[in-house]
């Protein structure tokens, strides 16, 4: 079936510093792929995704770039600020019998000045 | 409405209780989904309703979990002798349709946050 693995928080930098948070995905066919962003007491919020091989999704100076080669999209960002913190999820969309989003568990950013 | 909106907000049931969640999708959305975010356990599916089809009820985790859609528009999920496991924020979200799901992603309400004590 489908899964999404992202890496284990709480992620904490200080504000410049650079951001990777890894996410790993199985699925068959071709997913579209998905960075959500959930910041404290409010919704989730789309934050940038990619629909095919070698797309990048791009966002309020987040990054992610899809490679099929490594079923990976992981989200970057060069200079992280304070109101970066947030929870930041990753999911995929598969169509067929499974045509919904599957979400990762989620990772935690903390940026301090 | 501009977004979808759910309620209520906040809920604080005894176990053993049912409870009633409400989710107003955007309108015009007909692709409808349910989620539940647990601590540590990050967005599990529930349930969506595309138009008049039969819904895709495969992440239901018990018979004690169900929902409905009425005209098309609002849903509500419905859980019957609550128990503490079921606490948990319960997100709602809505897609144009489920092929727009794909390209787009959904709209999420700001959910509703259910404690059983």
């Known amino acids: 079936g489908n899964s999404v693995t992202q890496m284990e928080g709480p992620v904490t930098l200080s504000e410049e510093a650079f951001l990777t948070i890894n996410c790993t995905y199985t699925?068959?066919?071709?997913?579209?792929l998905f960075w959500y962003v959930q910041y404290p007491g409010e919704g989730l919020q789309l934050l940038l995704k990619?629909?095919?091989?070698?797309d990048k999704g791009s966002n309020k100076g987040f990054e992610a770039t899809y490679r099929k080669e490594t079923t990976s999209f992981h989200l970057e960002k060069g200079s992280v600020q304070v109101s970066d913190s947030a929870v930041y999820f990753c999911?995929?969309?598969?169509?067929?019998?499974?045509?919904?989003?599957?979400f990762g568990t989620g990772t935690r950013l903390q940026v301090t000045l | 409405g501009a977004g979808v909106s759910q309620s209520p907000s906040n809920k604080v049931t005894e176990k053993g209780k049912d409870v009633e969640l409400r989710c107003d999708p955007i309108?015009?959305?007909?692709?409808l989904y349910w989620y539940r975010q647990s601590l540590g356990q990050g967005l599990e599916f529930l349930i969506y309703?595309?138009?008049?089809?039969?819904?895709?009820k495969s992440g239901l985790p018990s018979d004690r979990f169900s929902a409905e859609r009425t005209g098309g528009s609002v849903s509500t999920l419905t859980i019957q002798r609550t128990q503490q496991e079921d606490s948990a924020v319960y997100l709602c979200?809505?897609?144009?349709?489920?092929?727009?799901?794909?390209?787009?992603?959904?709209?999420f309400g700001s959910g509703t946050r259910l404690t059983v004590v």
């Open positions: 979200a809505s897609s144009l349709e489920v092929a727009t799901g794909e390209r787009y992603g959904y709209t």
């Open positions: 699925a068959t066919g071709y997913p579209s």
């Open positions: 309108s015009g959305h007909t692709a």
């Open positions: 309703f595309q138009g008049n089809s039969a819904p895709d």
């Open positions: 990619a629909t095919k091989a070698d």
């Open positions: 999911a995929l969309y598969s169509t067929g019998t499974a045509s919904k989003l599957t």
